[in-house]
Each structure stands twice: as C-alpha cells, then as structure tokens.
C-alpha cells in the first residue's frame, strides 16, 4: 500500500474515497475489536492472531472459523467454510474487472488484498458506469481502502492484546452480531439480495443441528443458489447493478 498511497492521495478522489467510508468505521471498529478479541478467546495465540488478522484480512471467514478451529474440526471442513464464506469476492472481482483490468496485473494483485465489502459498495455507487477511469477511480479506491484497513486493523490488534482483561460478561459476541448486521444491511440493495439473505437465514436455522457448523456451508449454498434462480428468472430492472451482488 505504502508504495500506491503517496502517489494519489493528493488527488480530490482520495479524499472524497477516505469521506465515503468515514460514516460506516464505527461498525467496521467493532467488528475488528471483536474479531480480534474472539482469535484470542478462541484458543490461537497473540503471534499466531496477529499473522491471521494481518494476512487473511477476512472478518467474517475469520469469525466462521474461529469456532471450527476451537472444536477441532478437519482441515477440509475449516478450508470449505472459508472459502464458502468468501465466495463473494469473485463475484465482486467480475464488477472490479470493469475497472481494473487495464492495469498492471501487479498492482492488481496488490490491490485485491485491500479490496473489501464495503469498498466495494462505495465504489460502485461512485462510478456506476462500469467503464475505467485510472486517474479517478485508483485514487478513489485507495482513499476507501486506507480507511477501512486502519479501521479494522487498529481495533483488532487492540483487541488481541486486550483480550485476556475483556471480561466475557461485556457482551461483545452480541455486539460483534450487531456489527456484522450492519455491514451485510448495508449489501442489501435490491429484491434480489433481500431474498437471498431470507433463505440463507431460513437455511442456517432449518440446518442449526447440523455437526462442525455446517449450516454455515449448508445456507450458504442455498442463497447462492437463490441468488442465481432470481438472476435468471426475475433480474432486477432498478439499475443497481453494483449492489446486486
């Protein structure tokens, strides 16, 4: 990041990128806060959730696995979860593509592990047309992408640190949840994705007996699979193609 920022944060569209997300990091802060306080709590230790946090940057396969990891579950299992969980990114990576395919494949690669949920959201709603535009749109997506990192970043770390003097009766499992609503409240921008999020709630309670969590995997692939029937037999005609997904 350090070696993209400088050149562009000079640039009107990385101020107004870092503006955009300014009015959601409280809920993304709780979220790291509680992300980082659950590695801890969950058995990994303070290396061992620093290099997870820093590397995978991924609240909510993070939080999928947690669970998973502490009740010794196959490999297999914790990978498919993971990879169920973060599925979305291809997804968002088709709309990227629009924008981002003229540049080096380097600074791609590079920039697809800042990309995140909400950046996304933002930066669809900014440039809507789905036509590229480097001199924009690169500075835009790093003055998003800065925000959000820090703001995950800073209060998970905290959180791992702090976590051995949180005391369990905080209720933080609860306001984790209610941070995590928020984010995905914030995805849902059209029938399509409202219906989706109703089967796969539906789904994860109808398969809550399930053993190693696999109802996650199991409503998971019921929204998916809503998504695509709704796509194909009823697709949405308000324009919204960005948060459609």
Same mark, same amino acid.
């Given at each position: 990041?350090?070696?993209?920022? /400088? !050149?562009?944060?000079?640039?009107?569209?990385?101020? &107004?990128? *870092?503006?955009?997300?300014?009015?959601?990091?409280?809920?993304?802060?709780?979220?790291?806060?509680?992300?980082?306080?659950?590695?801890?709590?969950?058995?990994?230790?303070?290396?061992?959730?620093?290099?997870?946090?820093?590397?995978?940057?991924?609240?909510?396969?993070?939080?999928?696995?947690?669970?998973?990891?502490?009740?010794?579950?196959?490999?297999? +299992?914790?990978?498919?979860?993971?990879?169920?969980?973060?599925?979305?990114?291809?997804?968002?990576?088709?709309?990227?593509?629009?924008?981002?395919?003229?540049?080096?494949?380097?600074?791609?690669?590079?920039? !697809?592990?800042? *990309?995140?949920?909400?950046?996304?959201?933002?930066?669809?709603?900014?440039?809507?047309?789905?036509?590229?535009?480097?001199?924009?749109?690169?500075?835009?997506?790093?003055?998003?992408?800065?925000?959000?990192?820090?703001?995950?970043?800073?209060?998970?770390?905290?959180?791992?640190?702090?976590?051995?003097?949180?005391?369990?009766?905080?209720?933080?499992?609860?306001?984790?949840?209610?941070?995590?609503?928020?984010? =995905?409240? =914030?995805?849902?921008?059209?029938?399509?994705?409202?219906? =989706?999020? *109703?089967?796969?709630?539906?789904?994860? +309670?109808?398969?809550?007996?399930?053993?190693?969590?696999?109802?996650?995997? +199991?409503?998971?692939?019921?929204?998916?699979?809503?998504?695509?029937?709704?796509?194909?037999?009823? /697709?949405?005609?308000?324009? &919204?193609?960005?948060?459609?997904?």
């Amino acid at each position: 990041m350090a070696d993209h920022i /400088p !050149a562009h944060w000079r640039h009107p569209e990385f101020r &107004q990128g *870092a503006r955009d997300m300014l009015g959601i990091t409280l809920g993304i802060s709780a979220w790291g806060l509680v992300t980082g306080v659950a590695m801890v709590k969950s058995g990994l230790s303070v290396g061992m959730a620093l290099f997870m946090s820093l590397v995978v940057f991924a609240g909510s396969s993070q939080l999928a696995s947690l669970p998973l990891l502490a009740s010794g579950a196959p490999l297999w +299992v914790l990978w498919a979860t993971s990879f169920c969980v973060n599925l979305r990114f291809v997804i968002f990576s088709t709309q990227w593509r629009h924008y981002l395919a003229p540049l080096p494949r380097g600074q791609r690669l590079w920039m !697809a592990y800042f *990309a995140a949920d909400l950046n996304y959201v933002a930066f669809l709603k900014r440039f809507p047309d789905m036509k590229p535009d480097p001199e924009r749109q690169v500075p835009y997506f790093w003055g998003g992408v800065a925000i959000n990192w820090f703001a995950w970043q800073v209060p998970a770390i905290a959180g791992i640190f702090l976590a051995d003097r949180i005391p369990t009766n905080w209720g933080l499992g609860f306001a984790g949840v209610l941070a995590l609503l928020g984010l =995905s409240y =914030s995805l849902l921008g059209n029938r399509n994705t409202w219906v =989706s999020a *109703a089967v796969a709630a539906c789904a994860a +309670v109808a398969a809550y007996g399930l053993p190693l969590r696999l109802n996650i995997l +199991v409503a998971i692939a019921a929204a998916v699979a809503a998504g695509l029937m709704m796509e194909r037999w009823a /697709p949405n005609t308000d324009g &919204q193609r960005g948060r459609a997904a």
